[in-house]
């Protein structure tokens, strides 16, 4: 009767609707730039093809080849003023994250049963950090889409091993090692995986040891060959064009490293809580940390990630049985990830660092969570309502994601600076803006009709750009900076103030005020606009205030 009202083919394609409605939400909404993203944008167009293959100019950024190429191409074709790039970007990449949940829902739907894959997909589709990364010019989602071709394409070497399928699995290898700068994870992660699955397909059918081990050569051929392709291209072009941001943020990867001896030690509970976060956040679903801080229980938060961690584990032997493609790519990459980590190669701080993961790890935990809910339900009599209970929270996940997708701003300067296009004066901009300011007006910087002020030197170097203005611990503002800043807005002359990204300032007592009262110090009285996560403020003394201004920045 529960399967009856809620049908197991209607329910999918409204998930995918969804989906799909709220990646269009998202492309269309408009937003600006966030940090990261304003800072790599910043460096296109590129001079030459030949700048394809430097380190890039600016902030200390670097993404793969094939993310430089889309995004060098869509900026020599939209222009690098304005949001058209970046709307044509988000286009793309949406459209590369719904064609890999594609890919995984044939894959999933194969082996698990619809409640189990439905709801693996919705979380996969619906965290905060999943909508807003398939929808911005960073490279993770090429990343995804390309684990997921992966996938397909070694289930089908698995299922006819030709030699024309492992032709198109290399040929897909070396499209991931072009757009990835961690294709050879993908590959232990994608290898592990169809290891398993060779292994768990012959057991199945009875297959002799000899016809066992002359697959396994083989699959371990074809994983040799990836293997190296990208090993290659690592040490050709990702460490080269890496190297500039690895020095620079270094001291903030090396919190993220376990350090084997000492092991059980501060620093090391510090980095294992790190690493269970990033697993937490490829599930932690749209709106979920407000609903938890109305709730009044967010101090729980490290209790709620180490149960989603027990979850995952109790889904693992049904997930194992039944999908040892994505289960044992879930295991050998965790262990292969974890053992990098100790060694101190691959530092484990940011989930989007690991999106391309979700496809192995997310089902897991989906799994073990219909399972509980199943027990539960079993408890109390109600066995049958666990399909329909599994259908209704995919459709709940998927729908809450799309409301999401019109919430994603962080950083809004569009408006704010064509209030300054409108009231030309002196122009001071918050170190926190100034990618943004590159990203997106950079004619304000170079046309001269309005004097640019405060900005700091933005070229790639070994030591992070942001040191010019923070202390060493690359976190909080510095006191030079803001002696710096008092010589910038000193005068009487009418200034306008652009901030965004001012994180560091919530923590200092009046936020923002200290800067207004450098402007204030000679006279000027100071009004302020506020957007999301960006705030300009117009400084000038009050009779030299625009009549009419008052109202514009209201």
Same mark, same amino acid.
């Given at each position: ?380 009599? *109600? /066995? +049958? &309502?666990?399909?329909? $209970? ?8 998927? #729908?809450?994601?799309?409301? =999401? %997708? ?30 943004? *300011? /590159? +990203? &997106?007006?950079?004619? $304000? ?8 002020? #405060?900005?700091?030197?933005? =070229? %790639? ?52 005020? =200290? ?40």
């Amino acid at each position: 009767m529960a399967v009856t009202l809620m049908n197991a083919r209607l329910v999918p394609l409204c998930v995918f609707a969804l989906i799909i409605f709220g990646r269009l939400l998202a492309v269309y909404d408009g937003r600006d730039p966030g940090y990261d993203q304003a800072m790599l944008m910043a460096n296109f167009p590129l001079p030459s093809i030949a700048a394809y293959f430097e380190p890039l100019p600016y902030f200390e950024q670097a993404t793969a080849l094939g993310s430089i190429i889309e995004l060098d191409i869509a900026t020599r074709i939209f222009g690098n003023e304005g949001l058209a790039r970046f709307t044509a970007i988000r286009a793309v990449a949406a459209a590369l994250a719904i064609w890999g949940y594609f890919i995984l829902w044939r894959i999933m739907r194969r082996r698990l049963d619809v409640p189990d894959a439905l709801l693996a997909l919705a979380l996969m589709a619906s965290t905060n950090e999943v909508l807003l990364f398939t929808t911005n010019p960073k490279n993770y989602v090429n990343e995804f889409f390309f684990v997921c071709a992966l996938l397909w394409a070694g289930i089908a070497y698995l299922d006819d091993p030709r030699a024309k399928r492992a032709a198109v699995f290399i040929g897909i290898a070396f499209l991931t090692c072009v757009f990835s700068f961690v294709a050879p994870l993908i590959f232990v992660a994608v290898g592990g995986g169809m290891l398993a699955e060779t292994v768990s397909r012959n057991r199945g059918a009875g297959t002799s040891l000899a016809d066992m081990r002359d697959q396994v050569v083989k699959l371990i051929g074809l994983g040799v060959v990836g293997m190296a392709i990208s090993l290659i291209f690592h040490i050709w072009y990702t460490i080269p064009m890496t190297e500039l941001d690895q020095a620079a943020y270094a001291g903030r990867y090396a919190h993220s490293f376990i350090d084997i001896n000492p092991f059980f030690s501060d620093h090391n509970a510090v980095a294992f809580g790190g690493i269970l976060n990033v697993f937490y956040l490829m599930i932690e679903p749209a709106y979920f940390p407000q609903v938890l801080y109305v709730a009044g229980i967010i101090s729980l938060l490290p209790e709620i990630r180490f149960i989603c961690l027990l979850i995952a584990l109790v889904g693992l032997p049904s997930y194992w049985r039944r999908a040892p493609i994505l289960a044992g790519g879930f295991m050998v990459g965790s262990l292969a990830f974890l053992a990098l980590n100790g060694l101190h190669v691959l530092p484990i701080m940011s989930v989007r660092h690991f999106l391309f993961f979700t496809p192995f790890a997310v089902p897991s935990f989906a799994i073990g969570l219909i399972v509980v809910l199943r027990t539960v339900l079993t408890a109390v009599r *109600l /066995r +049958a &309502l666990t399909p329909a $209970i599994g259908y209704l929270l995919s459709l709940v996940l998927v #729908g809450v994601a799309a409301v =999401r %997708s019109t919430d994603l701003e962080n950083a809004e300067v569009s408006a704010h600076l064509k209030l300054v296009d409108q009231y030309q004066a002196k122009l001071w901009v918050y170190y926190g803006a100034q990618p943004s *300011l /590159r +990203a &997106l007006r950079t004619d $304000i910087m170079s046309r001269g009709d309005i004097e640019v002020i #405060g900005l700091l030197d933005h =070229r %790639s170097t070994t030591r992070s750009w942001q040191l010019q203005a923070r202390d060493e611990d690359n976190l909080t503002t510095s006191d030079d900076y803001v002696r710096r800043s008092a010589k910038w807005l000193s005068g009487n002359d009418p200034v306008w103030m652009l901030f965004a990204h001012f994180w560091p300032e919530e923590t200092v007592p009046g936020k923002l005020t =200290r800067f207004v009262d450098l402007a204030e110090a000679d006279g000027r009285t100071c009004k302020r606009s506020d957007d999301k996560g960006g705030v300009l403020i117009f400084c000038a003394l009050p009779s030299e205030f625009p009549e009419g201004l008052h109202t514009s920045l209201d």
